[in-house]
């Protein structure tokens, strides 16, 4: 069996795969130290799938801290988080040319070339704007939870645009026209459209190509995902795994390669 | 002849009332939502603080985001030429000013009459603003006036590498959880709002005679680090940075 791990800002998550079918996946809020939460993401996969560290033949780690996760001895090689996405984006299916992954601190667009190769990619981890952290600043503003936001912007009548770009100002200008009494929902319209509008202006700089997936956590939001469809003029495909999981399982698709011809 | 300046800000609204070259009257109230009502109550304040009845008032100047909600105003001006004229009368040796506002910051180049040259703003961005600072001062449970003292009680400046305000409230967060000792960090937030503040000034040549305007001026950690930072000549504004934009408010109103 092959494994990867792939420790974000906000979560880890790990995928084991087997003969090219993926055996179990896990999902964890990061602790404060990159390996333990390495330990412990694998650790809840295995232990679920009545596995052990034993069974796992080569793994990879990406994402931060995926050196300290190697020297410790949970993984046997690294590989950065751009050729991971590339990997699992390309193995799910092979026409993706344009990846727009956001996550809960950064955003990037990598473009694949045929054989799933890297071609070119862009990233935003400055700004928190078009960023995850975005919207999870808005929906405190709101009041409402993060997984409530795309369903509540999906029932906009006449989206509010927001005037601002900065997190920080976008915010004052929510909280502004929820006190005239704008409704929540067109509000939150306002504010999936500042989002996509923040990554379409990143994903322009290299020239988003069809066939375009998205990834990461963000993805999960549909109301951002049919905003960038609307800006970008383009259709998004939503991968069939969980798109948080994408870094990954483009990892164990790494690990299965690279140990497998070992 | 006697005038009022008349500044509405983002975070703060700022009225003077100068006779001549002295300022005989000032008032700084924090901005909310009814601007128009706070400002007469500002207007009326700063009066009463000059000991001056409205019909003495020759002339009202007003400046600001919120400039159309001064009544009765009897001139208006942007702000960059007003902080501009302010710096280039009071300090006519001084070539740029900068200006850190609430939510902006701009450097502005002055000319040998003491008008704007040109400028440069960042209002798109939180970072390096007076909101920046404020919001990293509540994280540690402080207030504006707090941050000299506290920044005073540092033996090691904490780094903060993020410029994005969003981002640099995290890392305040982690030091925190970390155990530094407030002094360390607010002096690491200064120390940031410094870099950012001095990197636009460098871009505009304000390495030469330079000025520092609005709140953020008023913090001496971070005047101190930007002038060590630029090097070149720092002349301090003569009266409450803060209120240098109402002043220019007030001066050009009266040549006008």
């Given at each position: 069996?092959?494994?990867?791990?792939?420790?974000?800002?906000?979560?880890a998550e790990?995928?084991?795969?087997?003969?090219?079918?993926?055996?179990g996946?896990?999902?964890i809020?990061?602790?404060p130290n990159?390996v333990?939460?390495?330990?412990v993401v694998m650790?809840?996969?295995?232990s679920r799938?009545?596995?052990?560290w034993?069974?796992?033949k080569?793994?990879i780690s990406t994402g931060?801290?995926?050196?300290?996760?190697?020297?410790y001895?949970?993984?046997?090689?690294?590989l950065s988080?751009?050729?991971?996405?590339?990997s699992?984006?390309?193995t799910?299916?092979?026409e993706?040319?344009?990846?727009?992954d956001i996550?809960?601190?950064?955003a990037?667009v990598?473009?694949?070339?045929a054989?799933?190769?890297?071609?070119?990619?862009?990233m935003n981890?400055?700004?928190?704007a078009g960023?995850?952290?975005?919207?999870?600043a808005?929906?405190r503003?709101?009041?409402v939870?993060?997984?409530?936001?795309?369903?509540?912007?999906?029932?906009?009548?006449?989206p509010i645009a927001m005037?601002?770009?900065?997190?920080i100002y976008v915010e004052?200008e929510?909280?502004?026209?929820l006190?005239r009494?704008?409704?929540?929902e067109?509000?939150a319209?306002g504010?999936t459209m500042?989002?996509?509008?923040?990554?379409?202006?990143?994903?322009?700089?290299?020239g988003?190509e069809?066939k375009?997936?998205?990834?990461?956590?963000?993805?999960?939001?549909?109301?951002v995902?049919a905003?960038?469809?609307?800006?970008?003029g383009?259709k998004?495909?939503?991968p069939?795994?969980?798109?948080q999981?994408?870094g990954a399982?483009?990892a164990?698709v790494?690990?299965?390669?690279?140990?497998g011809s070992? | 002849?006697?005038?009022i300046?008349?500044d509405?800000?983002?975070?703060?609204s700022?009225?003077?009332?100068?006779?001549?070259?002295d300022?005989?009257?000032k008032k700084?109230?924090?901005?909310?939502?009814?601007?128009?009502?706070e400002?007469h109550?500002?207007?009326?304040?700063?009066?009463?603080s000059?000991g001056?009845?409205?019909?003495r008032?020759?002339?009202?100047?007003?400046t600001?985001?919120?400039?159309?909600?001064?009544?009765?105003a009897?001139?208006?001006?942007?702000?960059?030429?007003?902080?501009?004229a302010?710096?280039?009368?009071?300090?006519p040796?001084?070539?740029?000013?900068i200006?850190?506002g609430?939510?902006?910051?701009?450097?502005?180049?002055?000319?040998?009459?003491?008008?704007?040259r040109?400028?440069?703003?960042n209002d798109?961005?939180?970072s390096?603003?007076?909101?920046?600072?404020?919001?990293?001062?509540?994280?540690?449970?402080?207030?504006l006036?707090?941050?000299?003292?506290?920044?005073?009680e540092?033996?090691?400046?904490?780094?903060?590498s993020?410029q994005?305000g969003?981002?640099?409230?995290?890392e305040?967060i982690t030091h925190v959880n970390?155990?530094?000792?407030?002094?360390?960090?607010?002096a690491?937030?200064?120390?940031a709002?410094?870099k950012?503040?001095?990197?636009?000034?460098?871009?505009?040549?304000?390495?030469e005679?330079?000025?520092?305007?609005?709140?953020?001026?008023?913090?001496?950690?971070?005047?101190?680090m930007?002038r060590?930072?630029?090097?070149?000549?720092?002349?301090?504004?003569?009266?409450?940075p803060q209120?240098a934009?109402?002043?220019?408010?007030?001066?050009?109103?009266d040549?006008?």
């Amino acid at each position: 069996m092959f494994a990867g791990i792939d420790v974000g800002s906000l979560t880890a998550e790990a995928l084991v795969i087997h003969e090219g079918r993926i055996v179990g996946s896990e999902i964890i809020s990061v602790l404060p130290n990159p390996v333990d939460s390495a330990r412990v993401v694998m650790d809840a996969l295995l232990s679920r799938k009545g596995l052990t560290w034993k069974d796992l033949k080569y793994t990879i780690s990406t994402g931060y801290g995926r050196e300290k996760i190697q020297h410790y001895g949970l993984a046997q090689e690294t590989l950065s988080e751009i050729s991971c996405h590339g990997s699992g984006a390309h193995t799910l299916d092979p026409e993706v040319r344009t990846i727009i992954d956001i996550g809960g601190q950064d955003a990037k667009v990598i473009k694949l070339d045929a054989k799933g190769g890297l071609d070119d990619f862009v990233m935003n981890n400055k700004c928190a704007a078009g960023t995850g952290h975005f919207l999870e600043a808005m929906s405190r503003a709101l009041g409402v939870g993060l997984e409530d936001l795309g369903p509540l912007a999906m029932k906009a009548k006449k989206p509010i645009a927001m005037s601002n770009r900065c997190t920080i100002y976008v915010e004052t200008e929510v909280i502004h026209y929820l006190q005239r009494g704008a409704s929540r929902e067109d509000v939150a319209g306002g504010i999936t459209m500042a989002m996509a509008d923040r990554v379409v202006s990143l994903a322009r700089r290299i020239g988003p190509e069809n066939k375009i997936m998205i990834t990461g956590g963000v993805a999960k939001n549909k109301a951002v995902k049919a905003a960038l469809e609307k800006a970008l003029g383009k259709k998004i495909a939503y991968p069939n795994l969980d798109p948080q999981l994408i870094g990954a399982y483009g990892a164990a698709v790494y690990a299965a390669a690279k140990g497998g011809s070992k | 002849m006697i005038t009022i300046g008349c500044d509405v800000g983002s975070l703060f609204s700022k009225a003077v009332v100068m006779d001549g070259d002295d300022i005989i009257g000032k008032k700084i109230i924090a901005t909310t939502g009814r601007i128009a009502a706070e400002v007469h109550d500002l207007l009326k304040a700063v009066m009463k603080s000059a000991g001056i009845s409205a019909d003495r008032v020759d002339c009202l100047g007003a400046t600001g985001n919120g400039v159309g909600l001064v009544k009765g105003a009897s001139f208006m001006e942007d702000t960059v030429t007003c902080a501009g004229a302010a710096a280039g009368y009071f300090i006519p040796e001084v070539r740029c000013a900068i200006d850190v506002g609430g939510q902006s910051i701009t450097s502005i180049a002055i000319d040998e009459e003491g008008g704007v040259r040109n400028f440069m703003r960042n209002d798109k961005c939180a970072s390096g603003s007076g909101r920046f600072l404020e919001m990293m001062s509540a994280k540690l449970g402080l207030s504006l006036r707090d941050v000299d003292k506290i920044a005073a009680e540092a033996r090691n400046v904490v780094n903060i590498s993020s410029q994005c305000g969003v981002f640099a409230e995290s890392e305040v967060i982690t030091h925190v959880n970390n155990g530094e000792n407030k002094g360390d960090i607010m002096a690491g937030v200064c120390s940031a709002v410094a870099k950012m503040v001095s990197a636009q000034g460098r871009r505009f040549g304000a390495a030469e005679h330079f000025t520092l305007l609005g709140g953020v001026a008023k913090i001496d950690t971070i005047t101190t680090m930007v002038r060590k930072s630029l090097g070149g000549h720092y002349h301090p504004f003569p009266f409450d940075p803060q209120l240098a934009t109402a002043v220019g408010a007030a001066l050009l109103g009266d040549s006008d």
